[in-house]
């Protein structure tokens, strides 16, 4: 099992949306505050494209959520990555994974909840990598 390094002030934290994304007012100003506070804590915070997005429980098809998940891992600088929300369509991503490049790679950490359970039994059964 391999663990990802603990993060470290100055660290970047990626934000994607594998299901559903945030379209709802109240979400987003969570979400808002969620990524101030982070950023005080001295974190940097970016988000793909696909967070504040949403049709039908659906932040954008599965080939593009998968797409954007691969380019949070494949960034050097991210060192996390955070679901920006659950939902039940998070598996159609899983055909799109590059399971091998995820896991040769450095490891990082993966936070979700709800349907992002199925991204997390992946990364830690298929790719070996301890996630939260």
């Known amino acids: 099992m391999k663990y990802p390094e603990s993060l470290k002030v100055g660290d970047t934290i990626g934000i994607t949306?594998?299901?559903?994304?945030?379209?709802?007012e109240d979400k987003i100003l969570k979400l808002e505050y969620a990524e101030r506070n982070l950023e005080k804590l001295g974190y940097k915070c970016i988000e793909t494209n696909n967070v504040r997005t949403d049709e039908y429980g659906r932040s954008s098809s599965g080939e593009i959520r998968a797409k954007e998940f691969m380019e949070l891992w494949k960034?050097?600088?991210v060192k996390s990555i955070i679901a920006a929300d659950g939902g039940e369509f998070e598996p159609e991503i899983l055909d799109y994974l590059d399971l091998n490049e995820i896991k040769e790679s450095n490891p990082k950490w993966f936070q979700g909840y709800s349907d992002n359970t199925n991204l997390g039994f992946v990364l830690t059964t298929k790719c070996d990598i301890a996630t939260i």
């Open 75 to 77: 960034n050097p600088n």
């Open 17 to 24: 949306a594998p299901s559903a994304g945030i379209i709802k």
